[in-house]
């Protein structure tokens, strides 16, 4: 009977011993145990974005649009417009930097369970080959400047000539003698754009010859006709982009990334551009009544630690309007726990 209860009692202390032990350890100290290193798991959400920003610069002659050409509300300032054209949300596990531990000891825990677990992702091995963390970078396509080509048939400057008149006194007479200043004077804008918008109404009137002249009845493309209006289309197109202005769109992408930390039930970010001034992506995460349990760290305990994540709704939000909406599992956002068997 006596040694009926000793069996009991050893048992358990048997299975006690041979549970793996724990040595959690930080990030930013050495560490002094040995064993298996090991991580608890942290979700990091990476967000693509891919804009399409349209660049407009006014022409130099837009003030005059109106009173030369006709053209009725021509835009006079320069501006921006951005638009979103693709969005992608994609998640990543990678370890945790306040994770970190040392196992050793149980040898069915290291070779079967450990596997188990890193392989659906409740721990992470940094010693696997294939883990690397990810670092952030942006993506954007070469910004090109934009200028307007000096289209311009005549001189910007003319010549001016001031007569001036000397006066002196010669046999008690005065004398006025003409004294001629040369000098060159610069056109003014005014000047400019009245001969740009003589010039862009001639073009018309030879394309109307080329297309309905009055000295023939049956009218027929000559050889060689469509190539000169395919110029004068042309040529007429860059001298209105003086007036009008001129606009290009470019394609830019940007990856945000993201480490959810749920200091209360819902995790608000804001994403700044980094590519596009006073502009930025809003980013909820609500993980709903679930409450992280933290294992206690700093200290040695038995048992395999791991964490289960949490499936955690996602919005993000641009200008205040919804555009992206889904679910992530998210490791922050779930449970801590202790594998004892």
Partial sequence: MKKQHFSF??????AWACMPRVAFVSSQQECRYKGNLYALPQTVLFVSVEYSIKTFHAGPYASYAKKYLGLDQVPLDDYNECRIDNLTLSSRQEADPDGYFVLRGGKRILKKIVPEFCSRGLLIDPAQKDYLPLSVSVLSSPAKGLVFTDLSVKNFYREKTD?????????????????????LQ???????????????????TQRLALLAPEEVED??????TES??????????????????????????????VVPRFVSATDTVVLHSRLIENDSLLLVMNRGENTPGCLPSGRSSRGLPCRFPSRTGIEIFYRGKLLSQSYVYISQAGKDAFFLR
Avoid: W
């Avoid at 009692?9 to 048997?14: G, N, R, S």
């Avoid at 007569?163 to 000098?183: A, E, G, M, N």
């Fill in 228 to 257: 000169i209006l395919k110029n004068i289309d042309e040529m007429e197109k860059k001298y209105l982009q003086l007036f009008t202005g001129s606009a290009h769109t470019e394609k830019i992408s940007e990856l945000f990334c």
């Fill in 186 to 204: 610069t056109k003014t804008a005014e000047e400019k754009a009245r001969e740009t918008a003589d010039l862009i109404i001639r073009l018309r």
């Fill in 219 to 224: 009218f027929t493309l000559q050889p060689g």
């Fill in 9 to 14: 009692l050893i048992l358990p202390l048997l």
């Fill in 163 to 183: 007569t001036l008149y000397k006066i002196f006194l010669q046999d008690s007479v005065f004398v006025r003698l003409p004294v001629y200043k040369h000098y």
